[in-house]
């Protein structure tokens, strides 16, 4: 049974850090592509950074994230990070994770009108204002 499990989300002052966790069971990382999404309230959801480590650990990430996210994976350990830093109020939203076997890392994270095979259920993060 595929499982996704994020972990890490909480409550932040702006300029800090927070690394959230996705725990993945019942698939091999190496061959899917990952990705980290986010819905903040009344906007949808949207890619913030993805991986693949069936390319040479290829990653793509989102131009509101680039130089202040960081996602990474421990094969070993099963888990997706996502390592964020310097918050902003406007980053406070659902993060969840994402698996897919048939996308490259860019599709993956930008891809729309298309669902990603399977989810987790999501971490919130706020970073106050």
């Known amino acids: 049974q595929v499982q996704l499990v994020e972990s890490g989300g909480g409550s932040v002052q702006p300029g800090e850090s927070l690394t959230l966790s996705c725990k993945v069971s019942g698939f091999t990382l190496a061959y899917y592509a990952i990705g980290w999404f986010r819905q903040a309230p009344g906007k949808e959801r949207k890619g913030v950074a993805c991986i693949s480590n069936s390319n040479d650990d290829d990653t793509y990430y989102s131009e509101f994230v680039k130089g202040r996210f960081t996602i990474s994976f421990d094969d070993a350990g099963g888990t997706v990070y996502l390592q964020m830093s310097g918050l902003k109020p406007e980053d406070t939203a659902v993060y969840s994770c994402?698996?897919?076997?048939?996308?490259?890392?860019?599709?993956?994270?930008?891809?729309?009108?298309?669902?990603?095979?399977?989810w987790g259920e999501g971490t919130l993060v706020t970073v106050n204002s």
């Open positions: 994402a698996a897919d076997p048939g996308l490259t890392v860019e599709a993956m994270c930008t891809l729309t009108g298309v669902d990603r095979d399977y």
